[in-house]
T-cell receptor, first 111, second 116 residues
Framework: DQQVKQNSPSLSVQEGRISILNCDYTNSMFDYFLWYKKYPAEGPTFLISISSIKDKNEDGRFTVFLNKSAKHLSLHIVPSQPGDSAVYFCAASYNNNDMRFGAGTRLTVKP | EAQVTQNPRYLITVTGKKLTVTCSQNMNHEYMSWYRQDPGLGLRQIYYSMNVEVTDKGDVPEGYKVSRKEKRNFPLILESPSPNQTSLYFC???????????????FGAGSRLTVL
């Protein structure tokens, strides 16, 4: 039972344009949502998070939007850079001891 | 440097030959966890530990054991590996956040295991 779903396995964007990565979840008990970024041969690294009581969190070029009624969140990267090319994992947690991850979306930013 | 260290990074073994993947963190984190990454399935939690001597099953614990005798170490043990345990494994750790914080994980670089 995948409680966190990333339905797009891959996304290709031109440098300078916006990248939008989507994530859906099924468990309304999740209280935190996180995005991790993974380069080849490395472990995932934390990118940005959002609490379930907020609908937006911004950090530089990265913004995460949360729509609780739709059980949907998205990560916006503006402007996209070639160095952003990586696999992005959406994650959700509750009670700080059970983090569920999506399958990941491979982002390619073309120069 | 604050980090999570896993060993070995790569391993090819045969069915039934016991193996241990070590994990060590130098950040004094209370929480540690093991994940496996498989194509199309993302990261699935195998076991986690909230503190020393406290471990709990994640989503896919079958065929694995763990122990948490010291705060810094959280080894993953495959008593009798099988081909379906061929995967990329990640160890992760975090401070257990309070009610106002997200549980941000620091991951190791991964261990690619192949069971023939």
């Amino acid at each position: 039972d995948q409680q966190v779903k990333q339905n797009s396995p891959s996304l290709s964007v031109q440098e300078g344009r916006i990248s939008i990565l989507n994530c859906d979840y099924t468990n309304s008990m999740f209280d935190y949502f996180l995005w991790y970024k993974k380069y080849p041969a490395e472990g995932p690294t934390f990118l940005i998070s959002i609490s379930s009581i907020k609908d937006k969190n911004e950090d530089g070029r990265f913004t995460v939007f949360l729509n609780k009624s739709a059980k949907h969140l998205s990560l916006h990267i503006v402007p996209s850079q070639p160095g952003d090319s990586a696999v992005y994992f959406c994650a959700a947690s509750y009670n700080n001891n059970d983090m569920r991850f999506g399958a990941g979306t491979r982002l390619t930013v073309k120069p | 440097e604050a980090q999570v260290t896993q060993n070995p990074r790569y391993l090819i073994t045969v069915t039934g030959k016991k193996l241990t993947v070590t994990c060590s963190q130098n950040m004094n984190h209370e929480y540690m966890s093991w994940y496996r990454q498989d194509p199309g399935l993302g990261l699935r939690q195998i076991y986690y530990s909230m503190n020393v001597e406290v471990t709990d099953k994640g989503d896919v614990p079958e065929g694995y054991k763990v122990s948490r005798k010291e705060k810094r170490n959280f080894p993953l043990i495959l008593e009798s590996p099988s081909p379906n345990q061929t995967s990329l494994y990640f160890c992760a750790s975090s401070l257990v956040a309070g009610a106002s914080g997200a549980n941000v994980l620091t991951f190791g670089a991964g261990s690619r295991l192949t069971v023939l």
